[in-house]
C-alpha cells in the first residue's frame, strides 16, 4: 500500500492498481483494460494522462491528497475549463505538505470531509503518530546548514520510502527531484542516516509501508 508522509504520505490520492477504459463500448465488442501497479508500475502517469483527457468534469474523493504531479494536471484542467471539485478528509486542514492550499489558492473548489469517521478510526490514529515519529527522526538529520539554505529557496524533493515491520529501509527512490544535485542529495542521505525507525506499530496490519516524503528548505 502507497502511503504519503504530510506532516507529506496517508493512503496516497487513489489505491493502486488501477484500470481505465481506452475503447467506446460499441455494441458487442468489449473496451480494451489497462492494469496499473505502484510503485513504479505508471500508476501516476496513467492517472495524470487520464486527467489531461477530461473536457467536463473531474471529480476527486480522497483521504489524503499529497502529489503534487496530479494537483497540477487538476489545474492545469481547471485552466482548460474543467469543472474540478475535490473533497478532502479533515486531516488535510493542517497536514503540512498536503496539496489542498494549492489547490484552494488555484481557484478549485475543494471541501472538507469533517462528518465520516475515516481520520477517527485508530488504526489511521496509530498511522498519523507513526508518521510522525519518522518526521521526527528524519529532521534531526535535515536541513542543511543555514548559509546553504539561502541558495536554496523554492527547492523541492520528494522520495518515496518502503519501510518493513521492523523498522528498516527496504527500498526508496526519487519522486521528484529538485533540480539541485546538492539539495537532492542532502536529503537522500538524511532518511538513510535516520535508518533504523520506529518499529511498525502491531495494530497496523501492513508489513511493508511506502510513505513520500516531502522536503523543502522555505
Not at 153 to 158: C, D, P, R
Amino acid at each position: 500500500m502507497k502511503r504519503i508522509l504530510t506532516l507529506f504520505v496517508a493512503p496516497i490520492l487513489f489505491t493502486c492498481p488501477f484500470i481505465f477504459p481506452t475503447a467506446s463500448y460499441v455494441q458487442e465488442k468489449s473496451p480494451n483494460l489497462e492494469v496499473y501497479f505502484s510503485p513504479h508500475g505508471g500508476c501516476t502517469d496513467a492517472i495524470i494522462r487520464e486527467l489531461n483527457k477530461a473536457k467536463i468534469t473531474i471529480l476527486v474523493h480522497a483521504y489524503s491528497f499529497t502529489s503534487a504531479p496530479i494537483a497540477k494536471a487538476l489545474l492545469n484542467a481547471h485552466k482548460r475549463g474543467v469543472k474540478v471539485e475535490v473533497i478532502l478528509d479533515k486531516s488535510q486542514r493542517t497536514h503540512k505538505y498536503s496539496e489542498t492550499d494549492f489547490l484552494v489558492n488555484s481557484g478549485i473548489r475543494t471541501y472538507i470531509d469533517a462528518a465520516h469517521t475515516v481520520g477517527r478510526i485508530t488504526g489511521e490514529s496509530l498511522m498519523e503518530k507513526y508518521y510522525s515519529a519518522i518526521w521526527q527522526r528524519i529532521k534531526q538529520n535535515w536541513p542543511p546548514p543555514q548559509s546553504e539554505l539561502k541558495n536554496m529557496k523554492g527547492l523541492e524533493t520528494i522520495i518515496q520510502v518502503k519501510i518493513g515491520r521492523e523498522g528498516m529501509l527496504k527500498d526508496m527512490w526519487y519522486e521528484k527531484r529538485s533540480g539541485n544535485t546538492v539539495y537532492d542529495q542532502g536529503v537522500w542521505e538524511a532518511i538513510k542516516k535516520s535508518e533504523p525507525f520506529a518499529p511498525i506499530p502491531k495494530e497496523i496490519k501492513e508489513d511493508v509501508l511506502e510513505i513520500g516524503i516531502r522536503f523543502h528548505p522555505d
